[in-house]
Nanobody, 114 residues
Framework: VQLQASGGGVVQPGGSLRLSCVAS????????MGWYRQAPGKQRELVAT???????NLSDSVKGRFTISRDNARNTVYLQMNSLKPEDTALYLC?????????WGQGTLVTVSS
């Protein structure tokens, strides 16, 4: 499985970005796709995940601001990020959990700064 993330960039506080991640290769019908992030000097943390059955898990730090969605036909997961804060600055990594296997994309950088 290969994961290609896009949509990162530089945005002012309070702004919005939409991240996309497309999975290709041997994609199973049931999987969980989502986003993690890693800021400089910090550990990787979960942002949001969503299963093919639409079950979601969001970090408390992004609830009410970020929304995860997916298009199963296109093997694509999206992260709509609103009301961005400087503390959201990080490398956002796309993840796909399929059976016992964890797959990671290369990430897309989000910088929130005035």
């Amino acid at each position: 499985v290969q994961l290609q993330a896009s949509g990162g960039g530089v945005v002012q506080p309070g702004g919005s970005l939409r991240l996309s991640c497309v999975a290709s290769g041997s994609i199973f019908r049931g999987n969980r796709m989502g986003w993690y992030r890693q800021a400089p000097g910090k550990q990787r943390e979960l942002v949001a995940t969503m299963t093919t059955g639409s079950s979601t898990n969001l970090s408390d730090s992004v609830k009410g601001r970020f929304t995860i969605s997916r298009d199963n036909a296109r093997n694509t997961v999206y992260l709509q990020m609103n009301s961005l804060k400087p503390e959201d600055t990080a490398l956002y990594l796309c993840n796909c959990l399929q059976g016992p296997q964890d797959y990671w994309g290369q990430g897309t950088l989000v910088t929130v700064s005035s």
